[in-house]
């Protein structure tokens, strides 16, 4: 996504840039009503933007329609027929993708435990998103996206769902997944956004980052004679501060022992990064 705009209602959507690295799993993480179903929307080609650029799988989704069949989407919300039975759902979607394939979808069917007979009306929550990652799973897509990971399910659930899908997708295929829980960015991404009030604040290699970030705590003294404008998520109460930063060698150089260090999880750096500076 290159300069891209969209309004809906008071969400104002801006993307300067976001470039997704391919055969690699990247998390979208945000709070409520920041912009993830809609980047996600627009990624997909089911909404346009306003104004700027999107490129997926090297192509013009919008003018290039045969890409969506390289696209394996799984929705937030079931969009089957309710009154179908699974079966027919397959039936119905398999002509859609040249490389459907028979024999990894009835893998997938026995693995997810998916009962063909059964109409989807009758299938728990947990079982629908299950056919739709089978479904999206069965063609062998090149890009894999997953909107709101853990919504539909629990988290013991949704982590068995990604083990089978890191199991059975292609070597090279890339995913992308929004989620407002960080601990689904801890388990599975390998990089990850932070989207904060419809703006992307930050893009993290999670390995790179992890191993160099620190949290920082001490008294406001610290500061004196020193910069702090190194720190991310800085907090300050009685005089006492604490804050992200992500050089732990420069930071430890600068404040010795003047200040308190604690290795962060995945988790506290999101807190940090996505709440901003006072």
Known sequence: LTGVKKTIGRLN?????????QGKITGIYGIKQTGKSTIIKLITGIDTPDKGQITVLSGDLYHNPELKGQIGFIPDKC?????????DIVASIRSF???????????????????????????????????????ALAHH?????????????????????????????????????????????????DYFAILRKGEITDFINKEEYMKNCVIVRGDTTAFEGRSNNMFRGMRINDNQFEALAENRAEIEKMYGN?????????????????????
């Open 13 to 21: 959507l801006n993307i300067d840039i976001l470039n997704i690295p």
């Open 79 to 87: 969009g089957y027929n309710l009154e179908s039975k699974i079966k």
């Open 97 to 135: 993708y040249k490389n459907w394939d028979k024999e990894l979808f009835e893998t997938l069917s026995q693995k997810f435990k998916l009962e063909m007979k059964t109409k989807l009306k009758l299938c728990s929550a947990a079982v629908k998103i299950k056919l739709a990652y089978a479904i």
């Open 141 to 189: 897509p090149r890009l894999i996206i997953i909107d709101d990971l853990s919504s539909s399910v629990d988290s013991i659930v949704s982590d068995g769902i990604m083990q089978i899908v890191k199991q059975y997708m292609d070597k090279d295929t890339t995913i992308i997944f929004t989620t407002k829980s960080s601990s689904d960015l801890d388990k599975w991404a």
């Open 258 to 278: 003047s200040v308190q260090y604690e290795k962060p999880t995945v988790g506290n750096a999101v807190v940090f990064l996505s709440r901003g500076d006072e």
